[in-house]
C-alpha cells in the first residue's frame, strides 16, 4: 500500500511586491502553486498510489474568483480517472469558516468534518484515515483527545493541521504534543502548518512534510511531500521528493579585502554555482548578501547599485540552471578603522560615538526610529522608501518595531557615509 504525505500547499497564494522587482520572471513565479500541485498529481499517478493525504491549507486564503477552485478541482479529477482517493483537512488558512466560494468536489475526495473528528475506513486496504477540519481561522484548543480509537488490524493514520507546542516563529494552532499523539496507538500521523520538513518521531512516525511550494526568500530549500510505502505490520518505508518548480535560496558571500569590482562576477558565479547544482529543473530565486570588509564599499557609495549589477552579470554565467535575483543586500564594512575614528572630536567621531550608542540602547534606537527616521521617511519619495525596503508591498518589509531591521539600516547609513567621506564625495 502506497500513499502521499503534503500540506500547505497555498494554492494562489500572492506574491505581493513583485512588480518593484525588474525582469523578475513573474509568470513562473506566480504560478509555482499550481504547477507544484499538478506534480504532486503526476507523482502520484507514476507511483500508482493509493490515496493522497492533505494536512491543510490547500488553499491560501478565499478564492478571488472561482478559477481557483475550478483548478484544484481538475487535478482531483485527474486523480479520480486514476482510481486514487484524496483525503483532506482544512487548516486555518482554507478553515471551514474562510472559504465562502464552493465548487463541488469529485467523488473520490473526502473533506473531513468541522464539527467533530471522523474516520474513513478502507477495508480491501485495512487502512483507517482519522481527521477533523477547522472550524475557523483560530483554534486554539487540541483536537487531538478527540480523534477516534485506532481501529483493530488496520494500518491507522491521523491527519492533522497543528503547530505542536514550542514550534518557534509559528503562532499557535490546534497546538498539540508528541506524547498526546503517542496516546492514540495510531501508526502514522500526518501533519501539516510548519513549512520546514521535520520527522517529529520514527515510531509511530510523526511527519511534517513541509510546504509543496516556498512561497518567499525566507522558506528556503527543497520543497515537496512524503512518498510513504506500508510493506505490512506497520512497518514502512518513506521519503522526501521534491515538487517545487521554483527553488529559493539565501546565500551569503564574504569578500576579501583583495577583492576588486573586476573579479566579483566570478567569484559570484562559483558560489551561485555550487547552491543551485543539485536542484533539477527549477527556477532558482536567490537573496545575495555580500558581507566582509572590502573597499568596493566605497565603490558602491560612489555609484550606488554597482554591486548588484554585478551580481547580476553573474547570475547570467551559472551554467545548466535558470538563476533570478530576488535580491543583493550588503552588509560590508569599510576599511575606514571606526574604532580609531571613535576617538575624533570631529564630526566623523561624533557619528561614531552616536551609532554606538543606538547600537547598545534598544530604546534609544527606538525613540530615533519612531521620531527622527519616521519623520524623515514621511518626506522622502517612495523611491527612497523602495531602496531601503520600506515599501508597503515588500516581500520583505522590515517593520519600524523591527530593531535588528533598523540597527542594519542605521548601520548602512553610517557605513555608506563614511565611505563618502573617505573619498572625499562629502565634506564637512
Known sequence: MRFIHAADLHIDSPLRGLSRYEGAPLDQLRGATRRALERLVELAIDEKVDFVLIAGDLYDRDWLDFHTGLFVREQMVRL????????????NHDAQGVITHQVPWPDNVKVFAYKKAETVRMDGLSVAIHGHSFSNREMPDDLVPGYPAPVPGFFNIGLLHTSLTGIVGHDTYAPTSLPVLKTKGYDYWALGHIHARQVV????RVVFPGNLQGRH?????????ELVEVLGAGVL?????PLDVVRWHQLQIDLVPT???????????????????????ALHAVRVLLSGESPLQALEARLPGSLAAAVQAAAQDVIGAEVWIEQVKLDLRSPVDRAQLALGNDALGELVRW??????????????CRNTLSEVLTKVPPEVHAAVGLEAESLDMPSLDD??????????AEATL?????????RL
Open 217 to 225: 526568500a525566507r522558506e528556503t530549500g527543497p520543497k515537496g511531500c
Open 80 to 91: 479520480r480517472q486514476k482510481n486514487i482517493q484524496v483525503f483532506i483537512v482544512q487548516g
Open 237 to 241: 518505508e518513506a521519503r522526501f521528493v
Open 418 to 426: 563614511l565611505a563618502r567621506l573617505n573619498t572625499g564625495e562629502v
Open 259 to 281: 577583492l576588486t569590482l573586476d573579479d566579483l562576477p566570478r567569484h559570484v558565479t562559483q558560489a551561485l554555482q555550487m547552491a543551485v547544482t543539485s536542484a533539477g529543473d
Open 201 to 204: 518521531c520514527e515510531q509511530p
Open 355 to 368: 551609532v554606538d550608542v543606538l547600537s547598545a540602547d534598544s530604546q534609544a534606537l527606538t525613540a530615533f
Open 403 to 412: 530593531g535588528a531591521a533598523l540597527l542594519a539600516l542605521v548601520k548602512a
